[in-house]
C-alpha cells in the first residue's frame, strides 16, 4: 500500500479530546455548558441507533443533552410546538430533528422551524446561505462536509489552488463541500469542479484531482485509472453490499463498501480514507462542534 490512510476513527478521538477540554474550561470561566436536543419520532431502529450515538458523545464531551422521544403519531401542530419551546430554552444551543419523519408530518416546515442560530446540522435555509457568502458569515457549516474538510487539513493536504473534484451534487454532501472549498480562506482557496450524473466525462474530469471526494451511493464508481498518483481521495459513500456474522458480537452486520475501488485506489492515491471508519465518524464529531460554536456565539467568545 502506497497512500497514507486518513482514519476518522483517529480524527474523532483528537477533536472530541479538544471539545471536551474546551467545553470544561467554558464551565469553569462561564458556569455553562453547550446544551443539545435530539428530537426523535417513532420507533425507526436506524433513527433509534444514530440518536442513541449522538446523545452518547454528546454526553462524553461534557453537552447537556436531552433526547425528547415523540410517538409516531404527533400532529405537525406539536411537533413546531416543540421547537419552539426549545427556540426560547437558554439552555439549549443546538436542536436536531432526527429524519426521517412521519408522512403526515412536512419535514421541510419542522425544519425551517428551527431557529437558524441553533441549527447545529446546518440544514436550514438561512446557514445554506450563510455557507454560500462564506468568511465570518458562516455558522455552522453542515457536519459531514465539514468533516471532509476537516481530514484533509489534518491530513495536511495543500488544497490552496489545488483541483478538488466533487463527485455527487446532493444538498447534504456535494454541494456544500464544493461551496466549502471554493471559499476564500484556510483549508479552502480551491479551484472546484462538480461532476455528476449529467457529466459526460466522468473519468476525465476525475484525473484531473488534487482532491477528489466521491459522494455519489454507487460502489466501486471511481476506478483505480481515474485516479491522478498521489492525490488526495476522500470516499463519502457507504453502501451496503452484503452481510457477515461481527466477530465480536456474533450478530449480523451489514457489509459496507465506498464509492471507491479502495483495493487498486490506496496503489495509485497518496492518501485515501478507509470505508468504513473513514468520513462516517466525522459527522456526530462536527455536530459536537457545531453545538459548542453555537454555545461560543451566544456567549461572543466564537
Ligand atoms: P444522494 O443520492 O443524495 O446524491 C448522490 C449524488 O451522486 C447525486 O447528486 C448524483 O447526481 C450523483 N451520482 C449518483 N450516481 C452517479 C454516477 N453514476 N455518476 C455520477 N454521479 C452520480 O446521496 P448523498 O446523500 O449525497 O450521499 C452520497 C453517499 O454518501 C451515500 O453512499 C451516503 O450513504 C454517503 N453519506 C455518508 C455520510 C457519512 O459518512 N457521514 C453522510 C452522508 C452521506
Redesign the pocket.
Known amino acids: 500500500m502506497s497512500a497514507k490512510l486518513i482514519k476518522g476513527t483517529e480524527i474523532r478521538e483528537q477533536i472530541l479530546e479538544e471539545i471536551t477540554s474546551e467545553v470544561a474550561e467554558i464551565k469553569e470561566k462561564h458556569g455553562v455548558v453547550p446544551g443539545l436536543v435530539t428530537i426523535l419520532v417513532g420507533e425507526n431502529p436506524a433513527s433509534i441507533s444514530y440518536v442513541t450515538l449522538k446523545i452518547k458523545t454528546a454526553h462524553r464531551v461534557g453537552f447537556k443533552e436531552i433526547q425528547d422521544t415523540q410517538s409516531e403519531t404527533i400532529s405537525e401542530e406539536d411537533l413546531l410546538a416543540l421547537i419552539d419551546k426549545y427556540n426560547k430554552d437558554e439552555s439549549i444551543n443546538g436542536i436536531l430533528v432526527q429524519l426521517p419523519l412521519p408522512k403526515h408530518v412536512d419535514d421541510k416546515k419542522v425544519l425551517n422551524a428551527i431557529d437558524p442560530d441553533k441549527d447545529v446540522d446546518g440544514f436550514h435555509p438561512v446557514n445554506v446561505g450563510r455557507l454560500m457568502i462564506g468568511g465570518d458569515e458562516v455558522k455552522f457549516p453542515p ?2 462536509p465539514a ?1 471532509i474538510q476537516e481530514m484533509i487539513v489534518r491530513a495536511g493536504v495543500e488544497t490552496k489552488g489545488a483541483e478538488v473534484v466533487v ?8 454541494k456544500p463541500i464544493a461551496n466549502m472549498m471554493l471559499q476564500k480562506g484556510p483549508g479552502a482557496n480551491a479551484t472546484v469542479t462538480i ?5 459526460k466525462d ?1 473519468a476525465a474530469h476525475c484525473q484531473r484531482a488534487d482532491i477528489l471526494i466521491v ?4 460502489p466501486d ?1 471511481v476506478k483505480p485509472e481515474w485516479i491522478k498518483p498521489g492525490a488526495c481521495v476522500i470516499d ?4 451496503r453490499v452484503g452481510e457477515k456474522i461481527s466477530e465480536k458480537t456474533g450478530k449480523k452486520i451489514a457489509i459496507l463498501k465506498g ?1 471507491v475501488d479502495f483495493d487498486a485506489a490506496k496503489e495509485i492515491a497518496g492518501s485515501i480514507t478507509p470505508v468504513p471508519g ?3 465518524p ?2 456526530i464529531t462536527m455536530l459536537m462542534l457545531n453545538t459548542l460554536k453555537s454555545l461560543k456565539f451566544k456567549l461572543g467568545i466564537a
Do not use: K, Q
Open positions: 457536519c459531514t468533516g463527485v455527487g451534487r446532493s444538498n447534504i454532501v456535494g461532476v455528476h450524473t449529467g457529466t466522468l459522494a455519489a451511493g454507487v464508481l463519502v459513500g457507504v453502501n464509492d473513514g468520513v462516517g466525522m459527522t
